[in-house]
């Protein structure tokens, strides 16, 4: 049973646009959520994290928002950029443990 | 480096073959993740330490799996008698604190023949 989802695997949009992407989750102890960001053969980079004591966190063109009742966040990025072509991992983590558990990811291109 | 940094980079292994996979945090973080990446699939969790203590390792899926890291700083994730169900990418993090922002290495790739 996945406890984050990303239901779209993938996602494309046309430069200067809007991106959002989507995650939702089940485990009702998840307290903290992260979004990360992904090139070929690199590793995972942080890209904005969310506490579930708010329900939005901003941070230059990206802004994460917390539906807690839903069990669902997202990640809008405006305007996109090519340069964000990218997988976006959202993830989650229970009790300030640092472990996180992590979704399939989205791929999002983003075309010029 | 600044970043962490893991090798090797590939590995292809034969079925039966025993591996070790190596870690290289950022210098002075304290907390270190391994997480397993399977194709098309976000990273897994694995196990993490604190210090050279190991807290939890819930998520190694057998016990042909170990992990260690005896000073507190570079970590070895070990997998004997690997299967080709272990092929996947193998991740490493480390953070300065629990709960902290995790900074991931580039990755192993292991591929069991």
């Known amino acids: 049973d996945q406890q984050v989802k990303q239901n779209s695997p993938s996602l494309s949009v046309q430069e200067g646009r809007i991106s959002i992407l989507n995650c939702d989750y089940t485990?009702?102890?998840?307290?903290?959520f992260l979004w990360y960001k992904k090139y070929p053969a690199e590793g995972p980079t942080f890209l904005i994290s969310?506490?579930?004591?708010?329900d939005k966190n901003e941070d230059g063109r990206f802004t994460v928002f917390l539906n807690k009742s839903a069990k669902h966040l997202s990640l809008h990025i405006v305007p996109s950029q090519p340069g964000d072509s990218a997988v976006y991992f959202c993830?989650?983590?229970?009790?300030?443990?640092?472990?996180?558990?992590f979704g399939d990811g989205t791929t999002l291109t983003v075309k010029p | 480096g600044a970043g962490v940094s893991q090798s090797p980079r590939y590995k292809v292994a034969k079925r039966g073959q025993d591996v070790a996979l190596r870690c290289d945090p950022i210098?002075?973080?304290?907390?270190l993740f391994w997480y397993q990446q399977a194709l098309g699939q976000g990273p897994e969790f694995l196990t993490y330490?604190?210090?050279?203590?190991?807290?939890?390792k819930s998520g190694l899926p057998s016990d042909r799996f170990f992990a260690e890291r005896p000073e507190g700083s570079v970590s070895t994730l070990k997998i004997q008698r690997t299967q080709q169900e272990d092929s996947a990418v193998y991740l490493c993090?480390?953070?300065?604190?629990?709960?902290?922002?995790?900074?991931f290495g580039p990755g192993t790739r292991l591929t069991v023949l």
């Open positions: 330490f604190q210090n050279e203590a190991q807290l939890d």
């Open positions: 485990n009702s102890m998840f307290d903290y």
């Open positions: 993090a480390s953070s300065l604190a629990l709960g902290g922002e995790q900074f």
């Open positions: 993830a989650a983590s229970a009790g300030g443990a640092g472990k996180s558990t």
């Open positions: 210098s002075g973080h304290v907390s």
């Open positions: 969310i506490s579930s004591i708010k």
